[in-house]
């Protein structure tokens, strides 16, 4: 009978935490530490950078090392900054973004591989400009416990590059103008709620 006791009790044991390691964990953005921004060439000779002031992001898994992580990430299109007020009027016309029609932009990750310790290949959809297309990045992430709150915390740098005219922005821009591929660099850390 003691056996048998015994045994029922390491399977409810070994259930429940079978059940308490596939619980689904939300992890929020802490806006206070994350940037979406990108980098596009003018002339063929600069740089230009740019990003987004106002932007939200959640990672939800059920995996400690993200392998089956989850990420929805928006962005408000009218927060763009580039420090130049006069280009980030003409990027929010009908001639890049025309963010009276498509004021959002979004992304959803579709998978989530681990390809080292630390490194992922993410791919997902990122809707622009009324567009959805397919996008493959790159995540480094880091792990941590905020020693004030005690929470722990996961830092993401992530890095890819776009087609602009995949998304019918700046159609009319010849590529020696502004560059075809966008870069896009994004740090972002998170907080598990």
């Given at each position: 009978?003691?056996?048998?006791?015994?045994?029922?009790?390491?399977?409810?044991?070994?259930?429940?935490?079978?059940?308490?390691?596939?619980?689904?964990?939300?992890?929020?953005?802490?806006?206070?530490?994350?940037?979406?921004?990108?980098?596009?060439?003018h002339l063929m000779v600069s740089d230009v950078e740019g990003w987004f002031k106002i932007f939200d992001a959640k990672i939800?898994?059920?995996?400690?090392?993200?392998?089956?992580?989850?990420?929805?990430?928006?962005a408000d299109v009218n927060s763009i900054n580039t420090d130049n007020e006069q280009r980030d009027k003409h990027l929010k016309?009908?001639?890049?973004?025309?963010?009276?029609?498509?004021?959002?932009?979004?992304?959803?990750?579709?998978?989530?591989?681990?390809?080292?310790?630390?490194?992922?290949?993410?791919?997902?959809?990122?809707?622009?400009?009324?567009?959805?297309?397919?996008?493959?990045?790159?995540?480094?992430?880091?792990?941590?416990?905020?020693?004030?709150?005690?929470?722990?915390?996961?830092?993401?740098?992530?890095?890819?590059?776009?087609?602009?005219?995949?998304?019918?922005?700046?159609?009319?821009?010849?590529?020696?103008?502004?560059?075809?591929?966008?870069?896009?660099?994004?740090?972002?850390?998170?907080?598990?709620?």
């Amino acid at each position: 009978m003691k056996k048998l006791a015994a045994i029922t009790m390491i399977a409810i044991t070994a259930l429940l935490f079978a059940f308490k390691t596939n619980e689904h964990a939300t992890w929020s953005l802490d806006k206070a530490h994350a940037k979406l921004g990108f980098t596009i060439t003018h002339l063929m000779v600069s740089d230009v950078e740019g990003w987004f002031k106002i932007f939200d992001a959640k990672i939800t898994t059920t995996k400690e090392d993200f392998s089956d992580a989850v990420v929805e990430m928006t962005a408000d299109v009218n927060s763009i900054n580039t420090d130049n007020e006069q280009r980030d009027k003409h990027l929010k016309s009908a001639d890049f973004f025309d963010v009276a029609k498509y004021s959002t932009l979004t992304f959803k990750s579709k998978t989530f591989k681990k390809i080292s310790d630390k490194e992922y290949k993410v791919t997902g959809d990122l809707t622009m400009h009324g567009i959805t297309k397919t996008v493959e990045l790159t995540a480094i992430c880091r792990l941590g416990i905020n020693p004030m709150s005690k929470k722990s915390v996961a830092g993401f740098k992530i890095t890819g590059a776009i087609k602009r005219t995949d998304f019918n922005i700046g159609a009319s821009m010849p590529s020696a103008m502004i560059s075809e591929e966008v870069e896009i660099i994004a740090n972002a850390e998170f907080i598990k709620d």
